[in-house]
Each structure stands twice: as structure tokens, then as C-alpha cells.
């Protein structure tokens, strides 16, 4: 019903220069940031909130300057990092599938940041009063014995999180890398021919301003005239119609993996508005 809209480009490779450097340079101090909300989240916050939970109810009493102190520290940590955190979206490219690399790294930033503060704060943790019971003799619960072991949960949880972001990542840069070479691969030993539109099917997706696509192509190949599908970003004023040519760059060996690009010689293109509309069946 409605379209959506995408911030970012095609994947082009010279837009996308060098993501790896950008998404390091970022990425060690989104770490150190993250690293700091750990460290004053765990002393400033939970630590409180641990004590009152077990069995000491004025943990944020008249001698909880300390406390504060920290908790204006997260604050001000939190805000550094989730800024951080925002530049490294973009730190993979400006196209959707840097921004998705770019989202991974950020979050492994944030979960290997958290997973280094609170580890350090471990030494620091309040001791209950108690251990195992409530003031005076109420035992602890199942839920309370956890509570207790949350200066060791809360960098566990954190450091798994960060080891399946790393795999995750390492999986997506394979990918992105991948990508990249059969795109650079195409573009330099493709062959480029003239296509001409079947079908249109808007996506219901912008991207910057543009209009993706879905259109049948039909294109001459070795073996003969090929008609693939794929998909095309384009500005409106050469949106593809039926009808239309395109410009199509395929391998000779795998006719099927294509790029298909606007044919400025084209005077037909832009003028099917209604290949902006949503297929109606």
C-alpha cells in the first residue's frame, strides 16, 4: 500500500571504497565507548539494582554519591557510543548492502564493548550483605541465585553475543567480497548489448529518490535471444516501460547473471507513470 523507502545506493564498488579501513578505524573507539557503558551500567546501575533485588533495600541511600556519579557517566558513554555506533552504519558504503555490513560491525562493537566493561568491573561489585538468604532468613528464590551471578552473566551474554557477531560478519564480508568480484568481474569482461523490455514491475521501493524495478528483458546471446529477470535502480526520468530498451551487460559463460542499466538513447523510457503503481494482481 505504501512504498518504503531505503537509504542507500546500488552497490557500485567505487562508492565503496575501502569499507574494511573506515569500519576499523570506527570500530575501535565505538569498542572503547561500548567498553565504557559496560563499566558504568554495571557499577552505576545493575549493581544497585542487584543489592536492592537480594536483600539490601538502601542501596541507593544517603552513601550513594558514588552511584550517581556513575550513573551520569553512562549517560554521557551511551550517548558517545550510540553516535559511534550510527557513523559505523555507514562506515560499510553507502549502498544497502554496506549498510547491512556496516550494522553487523556496529553491533559487534557494542556487544565486544559491553563484554570488556563489565568484565573489568567484576572485582568491583557490591557483596550482598548475604548470601542465600534475605534479612533476616527469607531464602533466596531460584531467580534471586541468578541475580547473584549477574557480575558474571552480564559480560558472558555479551561475549557469546560478540563471538556470533563475529561469524556472522566474517560471513557477510565473504559475501560483500564476493559480490564485489563477480560485479568487477562482469562489468570488465561482460558483454554489452541492447535489450528490450517485456514487462515492468515497480517494487514499491526508493531508494534516494529512485525507483527500483523488476523487468523482463529480452537481450541477444551467443546462443541466441535470452529473457531473463532483474532488477534495476533508476531516477524517474528514465524509468524503464514496456517496450523500452535497456542497457544489458551479461557473461557469455552464465547468460543469466546480468546487470541492467537505463539506455539514455532510449526516448520511450520515463513515460510509463504507471509502472510507479503496485501490481494490482
Request: proline share 8%.
Amino acid at each position: 500500500m505504501f512504498a518504503s523507502f531505503e537509504f542507500g545506493l546500488p552497490g557500485d564498488p567505487r562508492r565503496t571504497r575501502r569499507p574494511g579501513l573506515r569500519l576499523w578505524l570506527l570500530g575501535v573507539p565505538t569498542t572503547l565507548a561500548w567498553a565504557a557503558v559496560g563499566w558504568s551500567g554495571a557499577l552505576g546501575l545493575l549493581d544497585g539494582l542487584r543489592l536492592m533485588s537480594l536483600n539490601r533495600v538502601d542501596a541507593w541511600g544517603p552513601d550513594a554519591g558514588p552511584a550517581v556519579s556513575l550513573v551520569l557517566f553512562f549517560s554521557v558513554s551511551i550517548t558517545v557510543a550510540s553516535s559511534l555506533g550510527f557513523a559505523m552504519l555507514w562506515g560499510g558504503g553507502m549502498s544497502l548492502r554496506g549498510m547491512g555490513v556496516g550494522f553487523r560491525a556496529s553491533s559487534l562493537a557494542a556487544s565486544l564493548g559491553v563484554a570488556l566493561g563489565s568484565g573489568v568491573a567484576i572485582p568491583s561489585w557490591t557483596p550482598p550483605e548475604s548470601v542465600g538468604h534475605r534479612l533476616p532468613s527469607d531464602p533466596w528464590t531460584e531467580a534471586d541465585w541468578i541475580v547473584y551471578y549477574e557480575p558474571y552473566l552480564v559480560p558472558a551474554v555479551a561475549g557469546v553475543t560478540a563471538l556470533v557477531m563475529i561469524m556472522v560478519l566474517g560471513r557477510a564480508f565473504v559475501a560483500k567480497a564476493e559480490a564485489d568480484d563477480r560485479a568487477q568481474a562482469l562489468a570488465r569482461t561482460g558483454r554489452r548489448v541492447i535489450g528490450h523490455v517485456l514487462g515492468v514491475e515497480f517494487t514499491n521501493v526508493w531508494v534516494l529518490g529512485s525507483p527500483r524495478f523488476r523487468v523482463q528483458v529480452r537481450f541477444p546471446a551467443d546462443g541466441g535471444e535470452r529473457t531473463v529477470v532483474a532488477t534495476m535502480i533508476t531516477s524517474p526520468t528514465q524509468a524503464p516501460a514496456r517496450g523500452s530498451t535497456v542497457r544489458v551487460t551479461y557473461d557469455p559463460r552464465n547468460p543469466d547473471s546480468v546487470q541492467v542499466d537505463p539506455d539514455p538513447a532510449d526516448r520511450a523510457a520515463g513515460g510509463d507513470f504507471g509502472a510507479f503503481l503496485p501490481p494490482l494482481f
